[in-house]
């Protein structure tokens, strides 16, 4: 946002001409004027109870502020928002989350698998501005938590409330995976995507996800599978969500790479192992140029005209300074 003029010569002629009314008024003023005294001849001189000369001063001073306030509002003040407008449709990216509560183990390093997730699925959604994107949340059931949408700020506040074990304690990525195929919509983007993160196997619901990822590769819909999470004893830390009550520990983490490689498979689309944070990052590193799409931008610019706070404070000034003049100084001056 930035401040304009529409026309600002008006504000040039301001500091042109009121500071030649203001000098000629103060130095032609005294051959104009004939001074009078006040009070009887020989006796004390009429004083006013005020500094007539300081009034008369400042009531000039603020007349000539509203003056500049009204050359100011005639010059058009008016803030101008930029914004970015995209001339092209971008791609369709639905992201698949796993938030079972072994998503809460902390091998990330020493951070949770649920929030660096989390991090990277905001950032990727920052450097694509033009794509519409979802979010489905797996866990003993799916739900669409966020259709696909370009709206920035409803994805991220959706993304920072996610909370593991919301959907409860198992892993249905076959209704995950169809929660997605479903609302995937029509084709019309140049690229449509869905993008699985999970840390576990198939456990849960009652569509097996190699059928559902077949369902995919029919639609001409990429499918990304991203497994993360190391094997082993991992630390856990989360608040269940139903009890409030904060759960840590440590738990085995059996992942089987080979059950999400023969999903990937399934759907025609790519498997990436990401047992590390650095791993996890290259991944999605990898989706972001395998998705890439031409974008074409303009720039809009939209002006909010405010002169209406010029005119009533200029008016404002010279209207009581006037008033003064006639009330106090009973017009003379």
Known sequence: MTLGFESPLYLAAAFIILPLVFFASRYFKPFLTLEIPLGPPGGIPFKSPVN????????????????????????????????????????????????????????MNSRRRIDAARELVRDFAVRRPSDAIGL?????????LLPLTADRDSLFARLDTLAVGELGDGTALGLGIATAALHMGRPGAP????????????????????????????????????????????????????????????FESRFDPESLERIALSGEGTWIYAPHAEAFAAAFSRLDQGEMTVRRSGVSRRAVPFHGIFISGGLFLILGARLIRRLVLGALL
């Open 136 to 144: 489905v949340a797996v866990g003993e059931d799916a739900a669409l």
């Open 191 to 250: 690229r449509r995507a869905v993008v699985l993160i999970t840390d576990g196997e198939n456990n849960a619901g009652s569509v097996h996800p190699e059928t559902a990822a077949a369902v995919l590769a029919k639609m001409n819909v990429s499918f990304w599978v991203i497994g993360v999470g190391s094997r082993g004893e991992i630390p856990v830390d989360y608040v269940d969500p139903f009890t409030r009550v904060r759960r840590t520990g440590t």
């Open 52 to 107: 007539l000369d300081f009034l008369v001063r400042l009531l000039g001073i603020l007349e000539l502020a509203g003056a500049l306030l009204l050359f100011t509002a005639a010059a058009g003040p008016r803030f101008v928002h930029t914004g970015t407008v995209w001339l092209n449709r971008g791609a369709d990216i639905l992201f698949v989350v796993d938030i079972s509560p072994s998503m809460a183990g902390m091998d």
